[in-house]
């Protein structure tokens, strides 16, 4: 089992920035990559942004490339995205998600809503 808690969502005008952040608990960290997803309303959830278990490879949704940065600390055991130069087409609700052999595991989302 893994425990997944998102925090950092909030309002911003275009243009500005913000940092979420993932506490994961209940597995060795350090074992499995992470991924932030996002859902806006009427929308299917979708794939922002990706880190592998080191930390050495991360890759990204053309949407959000070159404004977002995934980042991990195993040590802290926690996964952060930093959303740049904010669009207000990036308002959603913002997913942590840890795809573990044994099953997927989602937070309860942290809101991000950017006004124009």
């Known amino acids: 089992q893994v425990q997944l808690v998102e925090s950092g969502g909030g309002l911003v005008q275009a243009g500005g920035s913000l940092r979420l952040s993932c506490a994961a608990s209940g597995r060795t960290f350090g074992n499995y990559d992470m991924g932030w997803y996002r859902q806006a309303p009427g929308k299917e959830r979708e794939f922002v942004a990706g880190?592998?278990?080191?930390?050495?490879?991360?890759y990204y949704a053309d949407s959000v490339k070159g404004r977002f940065t995934i980042s991990r600390d195993n040590a802290k055991n926690t996964v952060y995205l930093q959303m740049n130069s904010l669009k207000p087409e990036d308002t959603a609700i913002y997913y942590c998600h840890a795809p573990l052999s044994i099953g997927d595991y989602w937070g309860q989302g942290t809101q991000v809503t950017v006004s124009s």
């Open positions: 880190i592998t278990r080191s930390g050495g490879s991360s």
